[in-house]
């Protein structure tokens, strides 16, 4: 080959790597840290939190579904996982506490929608609690379709020989510190394309302590491990020009009295916070009071992730970063006459399109058939209708918008 040749030959080689490394240099890490109430925040030092807040985003959120409705979902840590993992509540991911008998694995995690459509795609998973994996996750199951963690570091809450439990709950601590110092060492590395970390130790102080100087402490020390990720980040923003999505956020708040407990339907309890690194939310996030189901819309949203229509249509949250039409979806039917109302919070007044299933056949892997009941404006926020089939016990409702769809159950007793 002619020197010319090779020169052009090597200029095309180089061009098209930066072209196909720009496309595809997305990356996310979520980052879940248990059980801490977004005003403990404000009572101790959290100066990672408070950078995330200054150069990205910050909101208080909240986790347990819609509460005294169907959807209503337990403020305990697994069930908070599965809801962010899913993007569904618990009357459809099924974990209902820490015990995780029967998760329903028909509503894919954010893991197997990557793995669906991106099979080469990267994940990995950093955590203080094994059963994050192989049961939430469900790393192998055949209703899973075996799906495989690329890199997982987690389980050694198990090892009792290098970590000796403790009432004190230090094992817990150091396991903390490794999983952080792992997750930031392997992003650096290896900048996976989808990374969880899970850290334990401010949910233990809370349970044994309350609101107490040992939580606060706690939550400063899981502070300093949440930097270490941040600067793992940044690193391979700067020197590898990725683009992180990087998600902090917790499962739960505590209960009021003292801060001892969780489980229950509290303000409380219910409250929880979201930071990223993400500059540029959108209007939901920044005026409204987000949920932990919105974190995986937004995720497929980062990643171009494009869902089966079937299953967009069964999240229950929506993206925190695109455009989103409308928000708070509500039903009802009464002698034949449908009611719907939503909140409107878009620029432009687009249509929206109702659309109602008879059936719940995703629930056991099916597909349900959806007809449209009709059209109105999106600035109307309610449309009402008058149903001619027989009425059923139990219909799905999906309002179709130009940017999102809502859903809700309707159940007609
Ligand atoms: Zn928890």
């Given at each position: 080959m002619k020197i010319k040749q090779m020169v052009v030959l090597a200029f095309i080689i180089c061009c098209t790597t930066v072209n196909l490394s720009t496309a595809q240099d997305r990356k996310v890490v979520f980052i879940i840290v248990d059980g801490i109430a977004p005003d403990m925040l404000e009572k101790t030092s959290t100066p990672s939190l408070d950078k995330l807040k200054e150069k990205g985003s910050f909101t208080e959120a909240s986790v347990g579904g819609t509460k005294g409705t169907y959807s209503e979902t337990p403020t305990i840590s697994a069930v908070g996982y599965n809801s962010l993992l899913t993007g569904t509540w618990v009357n459809k991911h099924n974990v209902f506490g820490n015990s995780i008998k029967n998760p329903n694995y028909n509503y894919p995690t954010i893991y197997r929608l990557l793995k669906d459509q991106y099979p080469n795609k990267q994940t990995a998973i950093f955590s203080t609690w094994l059963d994050n994996r192989t049961k939430l996750i469900g790393e192998g199951l055949e209703e899973t379709q075996r799906i495989k963690i690329d890199y997982a570091f987690d389980g050694h809450e198990l090892d009792t020989i290098n970590f000796p439990h403790d009432s004190k709950r230090e094992f817990i601590k150091n396991i903390d510190t490794k999983v952080a110092k792992k997750a930031a060492d392997y992003i650096k590395e290896s900048a996976p394309d989808l990374s969880w970390v899970y850290l334990e130790f401010s949910d233990d102080m809370g349970h044994g302590f309350g609101d107490s100087k040992q939580l606060y402490d706690a939550i400063t020390f899981e502070d300093d491990l949440i930097g270490k990720i941040m600067e793992a980040v940044h690193y391979r923003e700067t020197k590898y020009k990725e683009e992180w999505l990087l998600i902090v956020t917790t499962d739960h708040g505590r209960t009021?009295?003292?801060?001892?407990?969780?489980?229950?339907?509290?303000y409380r309890e219910r409250s929880t916070w979201i930071a990223t690194n993400y500059v540029y939310t959108n209007k939901y996030f920044k005026n409204y009071t987000p949920t932990v189901v919105d974190i995986l819309p937004t995720i497929t949203d980062f990643l171009n992730i494009k869902a089966p229509k079937n299953t967009q249509y069964e999240w229950d949250g929506v993206s925190l970063i695109s455009p989103v039409d409308a928000i708070n979806l509500s039903a009802t039917i009464n002698n034949n006459i449908l009611e719907v109302s939503w909140k409107n919070i878009s620029n432009s007044n687009t249509q929206a399109e109702i659309l109602l299933s008879t059936t719940n056949d995703y629930k056991t892997g099916g597909v349900d058939k959806y007809i449209s009941v009709g059209t109105t404006r999106l600035s109307n926020e309610k449309f009402t209708t008058t149903l001619k089939t027989p009425v059923n016990n139990f219909y799905k409702m999906v309002l179709k918008t130009k940017n999102n769809t809502l859903n809700t159950w309707i159940t007609n007793n």
């Amino acid at each position: 080959m002619k020197i010319k040749q090779m020169v052009v030959l090597a200029f095309i080689i180089c061009c098209t790597t930066v072209n196909l490394s720009t496309a595809q240099d997305r990356k996310v890490v979520f980052i879940i840290v248990d059980g801490i109430a977004p005003d403990m925040l404000e009572k101790t030092s959290t100066p990672s939190l408070d950078k995330l807040k200054e150069k990205g985003s910050f909101t208080e959120a909240s986790v347990g579904g819609t509460k005294g409705t169907y959807s209503e979902t337990p403020t305990i840590s697994a069930v908070g996982y599965n809801s962010l993992l899913t993007g569904t509540w618990v009357n459809k991911h099924n974990v209902f506490g820490n015990s995780i008998k029967n998760p329903n694995y028909n509503y894919p995690t954010i893991y197997r929608l990557l793995k669906d459509q991106y099979p080469n795609k990267q994940t990995a998973i950093f955590s203080t609690w094994l059963d994050n994996r192989t049961k939430l996750i469900g790393e192998g199951l055949e209703e899973t379709q075996r799906i495989k963690i690329d890199y997982a570091f987690d389980g050694h809450e198990l090892d009792t020989i290098n970590f000796p439990h403790d009432s004190k709950r230090e094992f817990i601590k150091n396991i903390d510190t490794k999983v952080a110092k792992k997750a930031a060492d392997y992003i650096k590395e290896s900048a996976p394309d989808l990374s969880w970390v899970y850290l334990e130790f401010s949910d233990d102080m809370g349970h044994g302590f309350g609101d107490s100087k040992q939580l606060y402490d706690a939550i400063t020390f899981e502070d300093d491990l949440i930097g270490k990720i941040m600067e793992a980040v940044h690193y391979r923003e700067t020197k590898y020009k990725e683009e992180w999505l990087l998600i902090v956020t917790t499962d739960h708040g505590r209960t009021a009295k003292d801060g001892k407990h969780h489980g229950g339907q509290s303000y409380r309890e219910r409250s929880t916070w979201i930071a990223t690194n993400y500059v540029y939310t959108n209007k939901y996030f920044k005026n409204y009071t987000p949920t932990v189901v919105d974190i995986l819309p937004t995720i497929t949203d980062f990643l171009n992730i494009k869902a089966p229509k079937n299953t967009q249509y069964e999240w229950d949250g929506v993206s925190l970063i695109s455009p989103v039409d409308a928000i708070n979806l509500s039903a009802t039917i009464n002698n034949n006459i449908l009611e719907v109302s939503w909140k409107n919070i878009s620029n432009s007044n687009t249509q929206a399109e109702i659309l109602l299933s008879t059936t719940n056949d995703y629930k056991t892997g099916g597909v349900d058939k959806y007809i449209s009941v009709g059209t109105t404006r999106l600035s109307n926020e309610k449309f009402t209708t008058t149903l001619k089939t027989p009425v059923n016990n139990f219909y799905k409702m999906v309002l179709k918008t130009k940017n999102n769809t809502l859903n809700t159950w309707i159940t007609n007793n």
